[in-house]
């Protein structure tokens, strides 16, 4: 995983949509939304760990 796709897989935990994703990181939504299915387990563990750190409910 390249650290884009981590930084992305991170703000898809956070909850961001694809369109913010895509404006912040200078890719298009399709892009992000291919991410969000490549690494869909990577993004539930992600979430986890920022559920259980108190980042998010």
Same mark, same amino acid.
């Given at each position: 995983m390249t650290q884009? !796709?981590?930084e992305i897989v991170k703000a898809l &935990?956070? %909850? !961001?949509?694809?369109?913010?994703?895509a404006a &912040?990181? %200078?890719i298009t939504a399709d892009e992000v939304q291919k991410?969000?299915?490549?690494h869909a387990a990577d993004i539930e563990s992600?979430?986890?760990?920022?559920?259980?750190?108190g980042y998010i409910k």
């Open positions: 884009q !796709e981590f &935990a956070y %909850g !961001e949509t694809n369109d913010q994703i &912040a990181e %200078g991410i969000r299915t490549d992600a979430k986890t760990d920022l559920q259980k750190a």
